[in-house]
């Protein structure tokens, strides 16, 4: 079974911190990718990475930045956490290729204060 | 623009019926759809898909259909259960973007089934 494991379920994190977000998986998949899940608004794409070292933006990077050092560790980092950011973030991977099946972590619930 | 809709945030229905969750798109590249299913403070999980090459695809009980004309797929699940209470995410990916493209994702539906 693919594996996506996020470091934390829940964090609690005060304005203006910098926020950092792992995640693990260890299906050796090529993409990666960082959402938020907002009521209402569905699962919005912030970044995704398709290799090692490389980062695309989705659709709401604004506030946010990325760092993929290694094919299966993505990380997701908040420069400096703001309450607009209090959400569920949902890390997933996958295979490239036409199936395209994401295969995401359980979350963590972030809450800025 | 929402590229991916799902219209009715919510549905409520009987065990043992039939539950339709429906999704409407308007990017007629997208090419392939997915449907994810979320238990709360759970990530999704993936439940079916389906190729535009196809009309139908089915897994036990789910059964995905697919309109291009119309740009509207369908979910439905015979018989629902209450384990099946969840929200419910319809996504697609765009096939001009590359093999490698992200998924775009509807607002999703939540399903309560009664016992």
């Known amino acids: 079974d693919v594996k996506v494991t996020q470091s934390s379920r829940y964090l609690v994190k005060r304005t203006g911190e910098k926020v950092f977000l792992e995640c693990v998986q260890d299906?050796?998949?090529?993409?990666m990718f960082w959402y938020r899940q907002d009521p209402g608004l569905g699962l919005r794409l912030i970044y995704f990475?398709?290799?090692?070292?490389?980062?695309e933006k989705g659709d709401i990077p604004e506030g946010y930045s990325v760092s993929r050092e290694k094919k299966e560790r993505f990380s997701l980092i908040l420069e400096s956490a703001s309450t607009n950011q209090t959400s569920m973030y949902l890390c997933?991977?996958?295979?490239?290729?036409?199936?395209?099946?994401?295969?995401f972590g359980a979350g963590t619930r972030l809450s800025v204060l | 623009d929402q590229q991916v809709k799902q219209n009715s945030p919510s549905l409520s229905v009987q065990e043992g019926r039939i539950s339709i969750l429906n999704c409407d798109y308007t990017?007629?590249?997208?090419?392939?759809f997915l449907w994810y299913k979320k238990y709360p403070a759970e990530g999704p999980t993936f439940l079916i898909s389906?190729?535009?090459?196809?009309d139908k695809n089915e897994d036990g009980r789910f059964t995905v259909f697919l309109n291009k004309s119309a740009k509207h797929l369908s979910l439905h699940i015979v018989p629902s259960q209450p384990g099946d209470s969840a929200v419910y995410f319809c996504?697609?990916?765009?096939?001009?973007?590359?093999?490698?493209?992200?998924?775009?994702f509807g607002k999703g539906i939540t399903l309560s089934v009664r016992p």
């Open positions: 997933a991977s996958s295979l490239p290729g036409a199936k395209n099946i994401q295969y």
């Open positions: 299906m050796d998949h090529e993409n």
């Open positions: 990475s398709y290799d090692v070292k490389m980062k």
């Open positions: 990017n007629s590249m997208f090419d392939y």
């Open positions: 389906i190729s535009s090459i196809k």
């Open positions: 996504a697609a990916r765009d096939l001009g973007t590359g093999a490698n493209s992200k998924l775009t």
